[in-house]
């Protein structure tokens, strides 16, 4: 699938405020300078959990870091990581058999260890640097709501503890039947699956370490749209902004869903997908809803499925909706306008608490923020992470699949390591299958694009 040639892809000036985004903070417009500077060594262009992670890294272990520039469309963290459901979860067995049969077993096995790797190096980033995000490690449950459903986790599961590569089967149980229900606090509950994973305030955790790395003399740049670069023939990059030119050195690519607008070599790898999330609170304002201690993903027939997690608070973040969003392409594949939601996707969640959870049913709840997020899916459901195969010095860290936090933090290191070592991605702990080369590249098989038009498409949670 080619692009529309008529159709814009960048970021939209008048986004919907996600509650992660919600509370007062002057940080969001965060220039570092009035002015943009004229050269860099490295400019990333993003400013959220990729970029974030990639510059935190150039600056660890680093006695003379570059000169560091970063530039963001608009207000800082406002993209995807300012929109998730606020999940760590790593996949242990959901994805196993697809990735087993595109990518072969042993990368199967890499991708497990790898989130989960993930996922405790973020809670000791966390703690190492102090950092207030609400951070909350506890187990994910995921509740199998049909016996189609059920029949998918028992097959990827059966065929994942086979795999003698994958660490840290012990800590991945499953329960059917009754203990399912108990377990779950699901009553429609089949099959039950937990296993570590964790939630945290995205937002807070991405700008602590923004903060950190303009501590160490990044200069960030928020409201400055990147339209385009080009390579010079001194070997520079031109970073043509909606604020003036910069140049630079060595430039990366962290935009995630929009990064076709100014990387068209990724039309047809890296699609946007419009999703939809909400927070529920109490509707009684001087009380919280009764504590699950677990996050949670709900799945149902035909590919549909919730996520949620419990904030300490004791409101709850949900998202999913996927009837109202499957059957309308057109809402939601290729789209990147984060300024309205898809139609009833807000209102699906009203009732949504009582409906599935025991502890819930008598409690009067209310929807008080539903926002939109604009998802980077990319055509084989990896990450493009690596320099590119046609511009040396350029990198890129995106199409996370709706499924960055627990992938990106390891591959901002790689990258970091790429660019102050001058090493090659191939020399990186990053997933062989993650990497960009000129295979995938010359790779023109969708996945994506055929999912979307039979309607099995499925928002990764």
């Given at each position: 699938m080619m692009t529309d040639s008529t159709k814009s892809y960048f970021p939209v000036s008048n986004p919907m405020i996600s509650f992660w985004l919600s509370e007062s903070d002057e940080f969001k417009h965060h220039r570092t300078t009035d002015f943009l500077p004229q050269e860099a060594d490295v400019v990333i262009i993003g400013s959220g959990?990729?970029?974030?992670?990639?510059?935190?890294?150039?600056?660890?272990?680093?006695?003379?870091?570059?000169?560091?520039?970063?530039?963001?469309?608009?207000?800082?963290?406002s993209g995807a990581t300012g929109r998730n459901g606020g999940h760590i979860k790593p996949d242990n067995y959901r994805g196993y058999l697809r990735h087993a049969k595109n990518f072969g077993t042993s990368n199967a096995a890499q991708l497990i260890n790898f989130e989960?790797?993930?996922f405790k190096e973020i809670a000791k980033l966390v703690s190492k640097e102090n950092i207030a995000c609400d951070l909350v490690l506890t187990r994910a449950v995921d509740v199998d709501m049909?016996?189609?459903?059920?029949?998918?986790?028992?097959?990827?599961?059966?065929?994942?503890?086979?795999?003698?590569?994958?660490?840290?089967?012990?800590?991945?149980?499953?329960?059917?039947?009754?203990?399912?229900?108990?377990i779950s606090k699901v009553?429609?509950?089949?099959?039950?699956?937990?296993?570590?994973?964790?939630?945290?305030?995205?937002?807070?955790?991405?700008?602590?370490?923004?903060?950190i790395c303009i501590k160490k003399g990044m200069n960030?740049?928020?409201?400055?749209?990147?339209i385009k670069t080009s390579k010079l023939n001194n070997d520079k990059f031109l970073v043509k902004t909606s604020r003036g030119d910069i140049l630079a050195d060595k430039i990366v690519i962290a935009t995630n869903a929009y990064t076709k607008a100014i990387a068209p070599e990724f039309d047809g790898k890296i699609f946007p997908i419009k999703g939809t999330c909400t927070h529920i609170v109490s509707a009684c304002k001087s009380e919280s809803l009764p504590y699950l201690t677990n996050t949670y993903s709900l799945r149902y027939s035909g590919s549909k499925s919730d996520y949620m997690i419990p904030r300490p608070d004791g409101s709850i973040v949900v998202g999913g909706a996927k009837k109202h969003i499957f059957p309308?392409?057109?809402?939601?594949?290729?789209?990147?306008?984060?300024?309205?939601?898809?139609?009833?996707?807000?209102?699906?969640?009203?009732?949504w608490l009582q409906k599935h959870f025991i502890s819930m049913k008598s409690l009067n709840t209310v929807v008080d923020y539903a926002w939109p997020g604009i998802l980077g899916y990319s055509n084989d459901s990896l990450p493009y992470v690596g320099e590119s195969v046609s511009e040396t010095n350029k990198f890129v860290i995106a199409g996370f699949h709706g499924h960055g936090m627990p992938r990106i933090l390891l591959c901002g290191k790689a990258i970091a390591n790429c660019i102050k070592k001058g090493t090659s991605i191939e020399d990186e702990e990053v997933p062989d299958c993650f990497k960009?080369?000129?295979?995938?590249?010359?790779?023109?098989?969708n996945s994506l694009l055929e999912s979307s038009l039979t309607h099995s498409f499925a928002l990764k949670k």
């Amino acid at each position: 699938m080619m692009t529309d040639s008529t159709k814009s892809y960048f970021p939209v000036s008048n986004p919907m405020i996600s509650f992660w985004l919600s509370e007062s903070d002057e940080f969001k417009h965060h220039r570092t300078t009035d002015f943009l500077p004229q050269e860099a060594d490295v400019v990333i262009i993003g400013s959220g959990f990729s970029g974030a992670s990639t510059a935190y890294y150039l600056y660890q272990d680093n006695p003379t870091p570059p000169k560091i520039v970063m530039l963001e469309a608009r207000d800082v963290c406002s993209g995807a990581t300012g929109r998730n459901g606020g999940h760590i979860k790593p996949d242990n067995y959901r994805g196993y058999l697809r990735h087993a049969k595109n990518f072969g077993t042993s990368n199967a096995a890499q991708l497990i260890n790898f989130e989960n790797k993930n996922f405790k190096e973020i809670a000791k980033l966390v703690s190492k640097e102090n950092i207030a995000c609400d951070l909350v490690l506890t187990r994910a449950v995921d509740v199998d709501m049909t016996p189609e459903e059920q029949q998918k986790t028992v097959d990827g599961y059966s065929a994942m503890m086979k795999n003698s590569s994958v660490e840290n089967k012990e800590d991945i149980q499953i329960h059917f039947g009754e203990t399912a229900k108990i377990i779950s606090k699901v009553p429609d509950a089949e099959t039950c699956i937990t296993y570590p994973a964790g939630q945290i305030w995205p937002y807070k955790f991405v700008v602590a370490l923004l903060q950190i790395c303009i501590k160490k003399g990044m200069n960030l740049q928020s409201n400055t749209m990147v339209i385009k670069t080009s390579k010079l023939n001194n070997d520079k990059f031109l970073v043509k902004t909606s604020r003036g030119d910069i140049l630079a050195d060595k430039i990366v690519i962290a935009t995630n869903a929009y990064t076709k607008a100014i990387a068209p070599e990724f039309d047809g790898k890296i699609f946007p997908i419009k999703g939809t999330c909400t927070h529920i609170v109490s509707a009684c304002k001087s009380e919280s809803l009764p504590y699950l201690t677990n996050t949670y993903s709900l799945r149902y027939s035909g590919s549909k499925s919730d996520y949620m997690i419990p904030r300490p608070d004791g409101s709850i973040v949900v998202g999913g909706a996927k009837k109202h969003i499957f059957p309308y392409r057109e809402k939601f594949f290729d789209v990147v306008d984060d300024s309205n939601l898809i139609e009833n996707t807000d209102r699906y969640f009203d009732n949504w608490l009582q409906k599935h959870f025991i502890s819930m049913k008598s409690l009067n709840t209310v929807v008080d923020y539903a926002w939109p997020g604009i998802l980077g899916y990319s055509n084989d459901s990896l990450p493009y992470v690596g320099e590119s195969v046609s511009e040396t010095n350029k990198f890129v860290i995106a199409g996370f699949h709706g499924h960055g936090m627990p992938r990106i933090l390891l591959c901002g290191k790689a990258i970091a390591n790429c660019i102050k070592k001058g090493t090659s991605i191939e020399d990186e702990e990053v997933p062989d299958c993650f990497k960009i080369s000129s295979h995938r590249m010359n790779n023109n098989d969708n996945s994506l694009l055929e999912s979307s038009l039979t309607h099995s498409f499925a928002l990764k949670k």
